[in-house]
């Protein structure tokens, strides 16, 4: 009797110690996440109440011929950011992992600092920097395609040079992981491997490598789910153009919610983002984690 | 110490709120928000001052926010939830959208009686965009604004291009006018004609004025995205606009402000630019910086007819979310209005033609220069398109930035570009 009352009144407690993520997650994201699934099937306005209209806005979605653009350029965007973006996040941090005290600690807040400054803020120094009249970069692009090229109206340009903008200001992030990562292996493993006569790009291969690689798997899935979320540098870079070079999902949801006054179909397209991300993402995670089993 | 201190405070704020309190009568105040942040908006905040001067008991709270999208968005959003102006500035191209987006409310004849106002005013055609289908007014036309040909009479002293009293003559062609660019070009113009060729409206104006000299419709009034020869016609504007840029004649990818430095610097010899830019020219001029003669005339005839693209700007009062507008307020905004359109020949001075016809004719304004000389535009202009994906800041001006400009520095070719444009605009009409 007084254990299932005792079982009971824990049972109250973990429920009262739960209860307040429980409702703030309720409140901020189960709740919206259910709106959003009723809008998609309605046609709503961006304010207001709309029709049920059933399957009418996948329907549509789907002969859309900026959807498919739209898919294309972020899956582009993904190939150009996300495994680049790792590899030289981990040439920096084994850099930055050599060297010591004050000059470490140098070194991160150099490659921090972009991290810091809000997306706005990055985007007009590169656009400044880009510029097609007055860039400073400009006479790099002369010397090596013997004209200046305006790359944000470029459509071969425009998408490379998102992808490189977004690399300078998220990696210093990606940096801290990686050093953190490596900080965590012990260094007698290294010690023991030198003894036995182990080269450097042996260390590297059977001792870094593989004990770097649940961070590896991690910032690949984190990067994988921040680019695919891609609209800031777009929208402020080049407005999806031109003609949809660099036009990406959330830049459509954007413009048909709050341009074409399209709620109900707007809540369709980010629906359908949220599941691609979602299953693109858990996907890889997996993958990652069945290719590191089969190397240890 | 401490006791006269806090008395010290208290009889502060008591007379302080005394004296909020001292009008007897009720004061309004007016929440204003535009979009007009360039020469003409320094003119706007000199009117709504003098305003505030005049009237005691309605004091104007102005707002000057983001021009385009970010502007009607806002707009959007803060009217649905109540939380929008009481009174703002709108294109009336963008009415139609407005109305379905359900923002708008109308304009009574007792509202107009309010502002002292009354519809036959103003120019038709203005009165015209700012009702709704079923002929209800919507919005109080203010103005009526379009694209001017700018020239620099340096670059053509000598030619054929300017008659005795330095004015320009002689542009009836497509064929003229690039020989005139032409001959800019021998006399030193570094880029002979400049628009902003790499932002949507200043590409999207000029590919309209184009389309409609030839007589070309963009959308249809039952919704046909370039019907009947109008695909051609469009195709031949942009191919005008790609030779322009491959001759080297217009710049290459030039965004508003640095389309306007190459005229005021005296690189360009035209420009083809807003009436919203004749205050520039004036200020300059009369600092002495200029450096140059300049003027301003109506597009000229380039392809069939005579006629420009126009918008007008206009002030319409927004829905408060369910709520109904305080009458006291409501007469309050329309005075605001009607004192406007009585003093818009300040207006004027910011290069827009008034749409209130009592100014327009006045003789104050005929003395006006170059204004009274464009002004006979306001006849043959074309409105943009009356539809829910035209105007500004919609999916039109979109296409001209993410397609049209891209024709024409070279990416696509014209047809490409038209049958492009007509497939993105269809895929927007619901």
Same mark, same amino acid.
């Given at each position: 009797?007084?254990?299932?009352?005792?079982?009971?009144?824990? %049972?109250?407690?973990?429920?009262?110690?739960?209860?307040?993520?429980?409702?703030?997650?309720?409140?901020?994201?189960?709740?919206?996440?259910?709106?959003?699934?009723?809008?998609?099937?309605?046609?709503?306005?961006?304010?207001?109440?709309?029709?049920?209209?059933?399957?009418?806005?996948?329907?549509?979605?789907?002969?859309?011929?900026?959807?498919?653009?739209?898919?294309?350029?972020?899956?582009?965007?993904?190939?150009?950011?996300?495994?680049?973006?790792?590899?030289?996040?981990?040439?920096?941090?084994?850099?930055?992992?050599?060297?010591?005290?004050?000059?470490?600690?140098?070194?991160?807040?150099?490659?921090?600092?972009?991290?810091?400054?809000?997306?706005?803020?990055?985007?007009?120094?590169?656009?400044?920097?880009?510029?097609?009249?007055?860039?400073?970069?400009?006479?790099?692009?002369?010397?090596?395609?013997?004209?200046?090229?305006?790359?944000?109206?470029?459509?071969?340009?425009?998408?490379?040079?998102?992808?490189?903008?977004?690399?300078?200001?998220?990696?210093?992030?990606?940096?801290?992981?990686?050093?953190?990562?490596?900080?965590?292996?012990?260094?007698?493993?290294?010690?023991?491997?030198?003894?036995?006569?182990?080269?450097?790009?042996?260390?590297?291969?059977?001792?870094?490598?593989?004990?770097?690689?649940?961070?590896?798997?991690?910032?690949?899935?984190?990067?994988?789910?921040?680019?695919?979320?891609?609209?800031?540098?777009?929208?402020?870079?080049?407005?999806?153009?031109?003609?949809?070079?660099?036009?990406?999902?959330?830049?459509?949801?954007?413009?048909?919610?709050?341009?074409?006054?399209?709620?109900?179909?707007?809540?369709?397209?980010?629906?359908?983002?949220?599941?691609?991300?979602?299953?693109?993402?858990?996907?890889?995670?997996?993958?990652?984690?069945?290719?590191?089993?089969?190397?240890? | 110490?401490?006791?006269?201190?806090?008395?010290?405070?208290?009889?502060?704020?008591?007379?302080?709120?005394?004296?909020?309190?001292?009008?007897?009568?009720?004061?309004?105040?007016?929440?204003?928000?535009?979009?007009?942040?360039?020469?003409?908006?320094?003119?706007?905040?000199?009117?709504?001052?003098?305003?505030?001067?005049?009237?005691?008991?309605?004091?104007?709270?102005?707002?000057?926010?983001?021009?385009?999208?970010?502007?009607?968005?806002?707009?959007?959003?803060?009217?649905?939830?109540?939380?929008?102006?009481?009174?703002?500035?709108?294109?009336?191209?963008?009415?139609?959208?407005?109305?379905?987006?359900?923002?708008?409310?109308?304009?009574?004849?007792?509202?107009?009686?309010?502002?002292?106002?009354?519809?036959?005013?103003?120019?038709?055609?203005?009165?015209?965009?700012?009702?709704?289908?079923?002929?209800?007014?919507?919005?109080?036309?203010?103005?009526?604004?379009?694209?001017?040909?700018?020239?620099?009479?340096?670059?053509?002293?000598?030619?054929?291009?300017?008659?005795?009293?330095?004015?320009?003559? %002689?542009?009836?062609?497509?064929?003229?006018?690039?020989?005139?660019?032409?001959?800019?070009?021998?006399?030193?113009?570094?880029?002979?004609?400049?628009?902003?060729?790499?932002?949507?409206?200043?590409?999207?104006?000029?590919?309209?004025?184009?389309?409609?000299?030839?007589?070309?419709?963009?959308?249809?009034?039952?919704?046909?995205?370039?019907?009947?020869?109008?695909?051609?016609?469009?195709?031949?504007?942009?191919?005008?606009?790609?030779?322009?840029?491959?001759?080297?004649?217009?710049?290459?990818?030039?965004?508003?402000?640095?389309?306007?430095?190459?005229?005021?610097? %005296?690189?360009?010899?035209?420009?083809?630019?807003?009436?919203?830019?004749?205050?520039?020219?004036?200020?300059?001029?009369?600092?002495?910086?200029?450096?140059?003669?300049?003027?301003?005339?109506?597009?000229?005839?380039?392809?069939?007819?005579?006629?420009?693209?126009?918008?007008?700007?206009?002030?319409?009062?927004?829905?408060?979310?369910?709520?109904?507008?305080?009458?006291?307020?409501?007469?309050?905004?329309?005075?605001?209005?009607?004192?406007?359109?009585?003093?818009?020949?300040?207006?004027?001075?910011?290069?827009?033609?008034?749409?209130?016809?009592?100014?327009?004719?006045?003789?104050?304004?005929?003395?006006?220069?170059?204004?009274?000389?464009?002004?006979?535009?306001?006849?043959?202009?074309?409105?943009?398109?009356?539809?829910?994906?035209?105007?500004?800041?919609?999916?039109?001006?979109?296409?001209?930035?993410?397609?049209?400009?891209?024709?024409?520095?070279?990416?696509?070719?014209?047809?490409?570009?038209?049958?492009?444009?007509?497939?993105?605009?269809?895929?927007?009409?619901?």
């Amino acid at each position: 009797m007084a254990i299932i009352r005792n079982k009971r009144r824990h %049972g109250l407690v973990a429920l009262s110690l739960i209860l307040p993520f429980l409702a703030i997650f309720a409140l901020v994201f189960a709740y919206p996440l259910y709106e959003v699934v009723r809008l998609s099937f309605t046609d709503a306005p961006l304010i207001g109440e709309g029709n049920w209209i059933g399957l009418d806005n996948y329907v549509r979605l789907f002969s859309d011929r900026i959807f498919y653009i739209s898919i294309k350029n972020n899956a582009y965007f993904v190939v150009l950011t996300v495994i680049p973006t790792t590899l030289i996040a981990m040439v920096i941090a084994l850099a930055v992992n050599r060297l010591s005290g004050r000059w470490q600690a140098l070194a991160l807040v150099l490659f921090f600092t972009p991290y810091v400054l809000p997306v706005s803020v990055v985007t007009q120094i590169w656009a400044w920097m880009l510029d097609f009249q007055f860039g400073v970069l400009q006479p790099v692009f002369t010397f090596f395609t013997g004209k200046p090229v305006p790359v944000f109206k470029n459509p071969y340009w425009v998408l490379p040079s998102i992808a490189v903008v977004t690399i300078w200001w998220t990696n210093g992030f990606n940096v801290l992981l990686i050093l953190a990562g490596l900080r965590n292996i012990p260094t007698d493993l290294y010690e023991a491997a030198a003894l036995d006569g182990a080269t450097r790009r042996q260390l590297f291969a059977r001792i870094t490598w593989p004990l770097l690689w649940p961070v590896t798997a991690l910032v690949l899935t984190l990067q994988l789910i921040l680019q695919l979320k891609l609209f800031d540098q777009v929208y402020l870079l080049s407005e999806g153009g031109p003609f949809n070079t660099s036009y990406v999902l959330l830049l459509m949801v954007y413009r048909e919610a709050f341009q074409l006054n399209h709620g109900g179909y707007a809540a369709a397209i980010s629906l359908i983002l949220f599941l691609l991300i979602a299953v693109v993402s858990v996907l890889q995670y997996q993958l990652l984690r069945i290719g590191r089993g089969k190397d240890t | 110490m401490h006791f006269r201190k806090i008395a010290l405070a208290t009889a502060l704020s008591l007379s302080a709120a005394i004296g909020v309190a001292t009008p007897a009568f009720a004061q309004q105040t007016v929440t204003w928000w535009d979009f007009l942040s360039g020469g003409d908006g320094v003119r706007m905040k000199a009117l709504i001052s003098q305003f505030n001067e005049e009237h005691p008991d309605i004091q104007v709270k102005g707002t000057t926010l983001e021009w385009g999208v970010p502007f009607y968005t806002k707009v959007r959003t803060s009217a649905a939830v109540g939380q929008g102006p009481d009174v703002m500035t709108y294109h009336l191209s963008r009415l139609p959208l407005g109305l379905s987006e359900g923002v708008l409310t109308p304009i009574t004849d007792a509202d107009l009686e309010n502002a002292g106002l009354a519809k036959a005013d103003f120019f038709p055609a203005a009165e015209k965009a700012a009702e709704g289908p079923d002929g209800t007014l919507y919005a109080v036309p203010f103005d009526i604004h379009s694209i001017v040909l700018y020239y620099n009479k340096s670059f053509l002293e000598g030619s054929r291009f300017l008659d005795d009293q330095g004015n320009l003559t %002689g542009i009836e062609s497509v064929g003229d006018f690039e020989e005139a660019m032409q001959t800019a070009a021998d006399n030193g113009a570094e880029t002979p004609l400049t628009y902003a060729t790499g932002d949507d409206g200043g590409v999207y104006r000029v590919f309209y004025t184009l389309l409609a000299q030839q007589g070309g419709t963009l959308i249809s009034d039952d919704g046909e995205i370039l019907p009947g020869d109008s695909t051609e016609k469009a195709i031949k504007a942009v191919e005008t606009m790609t030779k322009w840029q491959t001759e080297g004649w217009q710049p290459e990818q030039a965004l508003y402000e640095a389309s306007v430095a190459l005229f005021t610097s %005296g690189k360009s010899a035209f420009q083809l630019n807003g009436v919203w830019e004749v205050p520039t020219m004036k200020d300059l001029a009369t600092a002495g910086t200029l450096g140059f003669e300049w003027g301003a005339v109506q597009v000229p005839k380039l392809m069939e007819t005579q006629t420009t693209w126009a918008d007008s700007h206009a002030f319409a009062i927004p829905v408060h979310g369910k709520d109904e507008m305080d009458p006291e307020k409501r007469k309050a905004v329309m005075t605001v209005i009607g004192w406007m359109e009585k003093h818009s020949i300040a207006w004027a001075e910011a290069g827009h033609i008034p749409a209130y016809k009592p100014v327009a004719d006045s003789a104050e304004y005929a003395q006006m220069q170059p204004n009274a000389t464009y002004a006979t535009l306001a006849d043959s202009a074309t409105y943009d398109p009356r539809n829910d994906i035209a105007g500004v800041a919609s999916p039109v001006y979109d296409a001209s930035i993410n397609i049209l400009s891209p024709a024409m520095h070279g990416y696509l070719t014209p047809e490409d570009a038209i049958a492009q444009m007509k497939s993105e605009l269809e895929s927007r009409m619901r």
